[in-house]
């Protein structure tokens, strides 16, 4: 069997598996593999710009957490409650300020827009892609590369939790965006411990990671492999790299925010742990683990860890020490799998290749 | 301002060579690594620059692509003032630069490092949707015939011999269709039958396009050269044929002299 056939069956059996999940799984086991299904699309985004560019962004909570953010912010005013002005506002104004959107806090105005649940679903994507453009484009116009990429996505990170925390009366602060309604789209509503927001999640994840797979097995995977080699030459060869480099990043940033939508779509709330460095790096250890030039391996990556860390989160034992294990697979994994799940798999493919090859050699050679 | 008048001036009135340049001078921290060099190559041309170790012979190179930024002067290809646009778009105006120790992008096989170099369709979101051939164009197999690789195709870049790399890099840079190809020693760290075959392809390339190289060995030189320009601390000591240069006072007592010693 050669690695391609391997590796489409891979695809075909892990799909099943995730659709075929919900027949076997209770309600609050559906919602948790739910919720490990978006950890895994944050892994796909790692993987697009780590694996295939070598950009290491540590800062990718920051747009997990608009994505998600941007969507609570629309359910929220979608509680009957909250309209037209979120307890949350209410809670935070100044005595005398007026009782609408426009003006009832600094800057709730600009909440307004998110009256429509449509656009709280298309800021969830478009704001982190104008977040990583800004980012990135002031990263790759000055060249800046390797370690220096990952120091600046994580300050960028940490920025952006703070300006939630420390702006109370417009995001809700600390506490974040826990008031919420559940997404309700042409009448349809998605129960976040049922079937409807699991296969919500499980049908974008299939999208995302196939389109991902189209697009990077086509020329502009071709061009980004040809960057993370070497840059310079690239350029000599008449290739804008910071361009490509500036793509790669948006559209990483967009899966993320996607995932954070869905985030806030299973777990219903919203806060600034989710900009937190912890959960950033959590993302490039998911995707180291399975395989970080593998989308799918990054993929099964995540939600092996998570599943395993909700295992041991119920252990007493286990539980203080889960963030040390976590650090420590991290380091087994740069230091003996620099491939992860995904390149012990193709080992494994390829050596048995190479013995069924063999095999058939000296059985021909027997018959002749 | 008065310079760029000045060699606007010039640049329109001249016999439109490919190649020109114009006081191009680099400092690296006062020190000038490149002086003051007016350059001007002929469309056709294969032209040798030669020099010792250290006379900026490189450095003028890297000028040229864009690896470094000239401290003064400017660069002209054709009518086209190049100076300082980044090396993509000096690459996608025409010129194609191969370095002295090769850089091909390892991890990829030959056929890729070919296909990255020969799609002339460099922008992001020409290659959205864009596929992969999974064989050779023939565009691609020509000169990979022509430089020797057509048998490594499917090998990875990694695991060529390192004549094999040069002629790989090589073999990337002809896939660009540069007007002019920027050479440095490309036989250097070669094999005698290897340097044998690079002159053979040089001579080659010399029909069809305009080639400046760089080379340290006389030998060699003698074998490929039409023009020669010295390079002495940074500056252009003498420009000739290989029989007036090597009857140079000046670049016998500066380079001649002590390079016969060094490559007798
Ligand atoms: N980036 C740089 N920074 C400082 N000095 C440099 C740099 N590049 C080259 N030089 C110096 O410029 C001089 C010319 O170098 P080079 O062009 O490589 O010479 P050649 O190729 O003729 O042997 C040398 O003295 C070298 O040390
Ligand atoms: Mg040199």
New binding site residues.
């Given amino acids: 069997m050669t690695y391609r056939t391997a590796s489409i069956i891979a695809y075909i059996v892990f799909f099943a598996v995730v659709l075929a999940l919900p027949l076997v799984l209770n309600s609050f086991w559906t919602n948790r593999v739910a919720i490990y299904l978006v950890y895994s699309i944050c892994a796909i985004g790692i993987s697009m710009s780590w694996g295939y560019a070598g950009i290491l962004s540590l800062g990718q909570g920051l747009f997990f957490g608009m994505g998600a953010y941007m969507l609570a912010m629309s359910l929220t005013l979608a509680v009957p409650d909250n309209n037209p002005v979120p307890q949350l506002m209410l809670l935070n104004m100044e005595p005398d300020a007026v009782r609408d959107l426009c003006c009832v806090t600094t800057g709730s105005f600009l909440w307004i827009p998110f009256r429509s649940v449509a656009v709280g679903m298309i800021a969830g994507i478009v704001v982190p892609c104008i977040l990583a453009a800004g980012i990135g484009y002031v990263m790759f116009k000055r060249r800046t590369t390797g370690v220096y990429v990952s120091i600046i996505t994580l300050a960028f990170a940490l920025i952006g939790q703070l300006l939630i925390i420390n702006n109370q009366p417009l995001t809700g602060g600390f506490n974040g965006l826990a008031d919420l309604a559940l997404l309700e789209i042409g009448g349809f509503e998605f129960d976040p411990y049922g079937p409807s927001a699991y296969y919500a999640v499980a049908f974008t994840l299939i999208v995302v990671i196939l389109l991902a797979r189209y697009m990077l097995a086509g020329r502009i995977g071709q061009v980004l492999k040809a960057i993370r080699e070497d840059e310079a030459r690239a350029r000599y060869l008449g290739y804008d790299v910071e361009n490509y480099k500036l793509f790669i990043f948006c559209v990483s940033a967009g899966v993320a925010g996607l995932a954070g939508m869905l985030f806030t779509l299973t777990s219903e709330f919203a806060t600034p742990s989710l900009m937190a460095t912890s959960l950033s790096i959590s993302m490039v250890i998911w995707a180291a683990t399975g395989g970080r030039a593998s989308l799918l391996g990054a993929c099964i990556g995540a939600l092996i860890v998570n599943f395993v860390g909700s295992l041991a989160s119920e252990s007493a034992t286990f539980q203080p020490v889960w963030p040390i294990i976590l650090g420590l697979l991290f380091v087994v994994v740069v230091l003996f799998m620099p491939n992860g799940i995904a390149g012990i798999f193709k080992a494994f493919i390829e050596r048995s290749g190479k013995a069924e090859r063999f095999a058939k050699a000296e059985l021909s050679a027997r018959e002749a | 301002m008065n310079a760029v008048h000045k060699t606007s001036h010039v640049a329109a009135a001249s016999a439109a060579p490919i190649l020109r340049t114009r006081n191009l001078t680099v400092r690296?921290d006062e020190?000038p690594?490149v002086r003051d060099v007016d350059l001007s190559i002929a469309d056709g041309e294969l032209r040798v620059i030669i020099?010792a170790?250290?006379?900026?012979?490189?450095?003028l190179l890297d000028l040229l692509c864009g690896k470094t930024l000239p401290s003064e002067g400017e660069i002209w290809l054709h009518d086209r003032n190049i100076t300082g646009i980044g090396e993509a778009a000096i690459a996608r105006s025409g010129v194609g630069r191969k370095f002295q120790t090769p850089t091909v992008f390892k991890d990829m096989t030959v056929l890729e490092n070919l296909q990255v170099a020969s799609s002339r369709r460099v922008r992001v979101f020409q290659n959205l949707f864009e596929r992969v051939k999974s064989g050779p164009s023939d565009k691609e197999i020509a000169v990979a015939e022509r430089t020797g690789l057509l048998g490594s195709m499917k090998r990875k870049a990694s695991e060529l011999s390192h004549g094999q790399l040069q002629w790989l890099e090589l073999a990337m840079v002809l896939s660009q269709d540069p007007k002019i190809i920027l050479l440095d020693e490309p036989a250097a760290g070669m094999t005698a039958a290897e340097t044998d075959k690079t002159a053979e392809l040089l001579l080659d390339l010399a029909g069809g396009h305009t080639v400046l190289v760089?080379e340290h060995d006389m030998a060699f030189v003698r074998r490929i050269c039409r023009t020669i320009t010295v390079?002495h601390q940074g500056a252009v000591l003498a420009e000739g044929t290989a029989e007036e240069i090597e009857c140079n006072p000046a670049v016998i007592e500066a380079y001649l002299g002590s390079a016969t010693l060094s490559h007798a």
């Fill in positions: 690296f020190f690594a020099g170790n250290g006379a900026g012979k490189s450095t760089i390079m």
